[in-house]
C-alpha cells in the first residue's frame, strides 16, 4: 500500500513591491513633507527677513531671554545695550523677535 501525499506549489508572488504599497509610501512622504518641513522653511525665512531689517534703535529679545536695545549692527552679530551701562554682542541668530521698532519721533530725538 502506497500513501501519496499532496503537495501543493509554493504561491510565486510577484518580484518586489505593490504598487498600492508604494502609493501609500508617496502619500506618507508627501504629508509629512506638508506637516513638517514646509511650515518650517517658511517659518526660517520670515525669522530670516526679520534679522535682515532689524537696526539701532530696535528692542528685541534673545533666545536666552534676555531684553535689550540694538545699538549696533556689525556683519555677524548685534551690540545690545541691556543696561544703563551694559552692552552685550549676540550673535545674529539668537535674535528671538522684535519687541518694539522705534517710530519716527524716537528715532528724531535719538
Do not use: C
Not at 45 to 60: A, F, I, R
Amino acid at each position: 500500500m502506497t500513501k501519496m501525499i499532496a503537495q501543493t506549489a509554493a504561491p510565486t508572488g510577484g518580484a518586489g513591491f505593490p504598487p498600492s504599497m508604494i502609493i501609500v509610501w508617496l502619500l506618507f512622504i508627501a504629508g509629512f513633507y506638508f506637516l513638517f518641513i514646509a511650515p518650517q522653511r517658511k517659518k526660517q525665512k520670515e525669522h530670516d527677513k526679520m534679522l535682515s531689517t532689524l537696526q539701532s534703535g530696535d528692542e528685541v529679545v534673545t533666545t536666552g531671554g534676555i531684553y535689550g536695545v540694538i545699538t549696533n549692527v556689525k556683519d555677524d552679530r548685534f551690540v545690545v545695550r541691556v543696561g544703563d551701562n551694559t552692552k552685550v554682542e549676540v550673535g545674529k541668530g539668537f535674535i528671538l523677535s522684535v519687541v518694539k521698532k522705534p517710530s519716527a519721533e524716537e528715532k528724531k530725538s535719538s
